[in-house]
């Protein structure tokens, strides 16, 4: 259990104030809600009140392992003008502690450095508030110890994330099936004959944000966003043929579909019964973290089923 303090302020988005408690109390974390306006009662930016759990002045957060900040425009304006707010935000990134940010907030972290030479989002238009940062168009970057979230609706896989952080992805895929969290693409797959043409492709022409890549060997893997925790997956090979694997099809074409899910053997245990055709039985991906099989359909198309660990 981590101890998590969020600051409250006049004129926040009430979605980013509010979902990041729950998720994070369901997860089992110690959260206090802290108001930087010299009162409990919080009026958010859609004339909702909210009641902080204590005034900012009332504790001295040495115990905070996570410290995060909900938008709006008016709310991330008092946080930013709130001097003992800023003072313990330095001390905690000094310190090497988590901090988050939402929506109009990581300005607040532009303006202390936070960003300077990370990769950051924020609400749309306000990229220019983050001083020496690389802005990218994704709903939450986690880059060191900054997590910061595009806007309102980034308010779920923002919290996500951050249980993500603090108790593992376990607690996370518990906490989304408990949700009812309708997720169930994780990526789309194509072999592809030569990744940088591929790569301008996606990012100049299409407009899809990269994200990371991966070094599995005989094969590199690139990874472009697709919305939300979607991906598209580009694949490789340094076979000149591109049969380095059994699974490898025609290079250049749609691979397979890759479904998320919690319940992996479940669903191998289903596909055996129904003598569905395997082309990989279930094992461990070390260097993706999941486990994963894959089958293909009626039609052909192949599909991976996994679950991350």
Known sequence: ??????????????????????????????????????????LGSHNIYLAADAVFEELDFKDGELFILPGGGLGTRNLSEHKGLRELLNQAYTEGKRVAAICAAPSVFGALGFVNGKKATVYPGMEDTL????????AVVTDGTVTTGHGPGAAME???????????EAAEEK????LVFQRKLDHITINVKDMRKTEEFYADVIGLQKLYNVDMGDHQIHYFSLGGDAMLELIQYEEPEGEAH????????????????SHLDEIWERAK???????CEPGYVEKLRFRNFLIEDPNGVELEILQRA
Do not use: C, W
């Not at 059994?246 to 899910?261: C, N, Q």
């Open 1 to 42: 259990m981590a101890k998590v303090y969020e600051f409250l302020a006049d004129g926040l988005e009430e979605v980013e104030a509010i979902t990041p408690v729950d998720f994070l109390r369901r997860a089992g974390n110690d959260v206090t809600t802290v108001s930087v306006m010299g009162q409990k009662k919080i």
């Open 131 to 138: 001083a020496g940062a690389e802005p990218v168009d994704l």
């Open 158 to 168: 923002f919290a996500l994330e951050l249980v993500r952080l603090l108790n593992g």
């Open 175 to 178: 906490l989304r099936e408990q």
């Open 246 to 261: 059994p699974s490898v099809k025609t290079k250049g074409i749609l691979r397979h579909l890759a479904i998320r899910t």
């Open 273 to 279: 019964k129904a003598g569905v055709k395997v082309n």
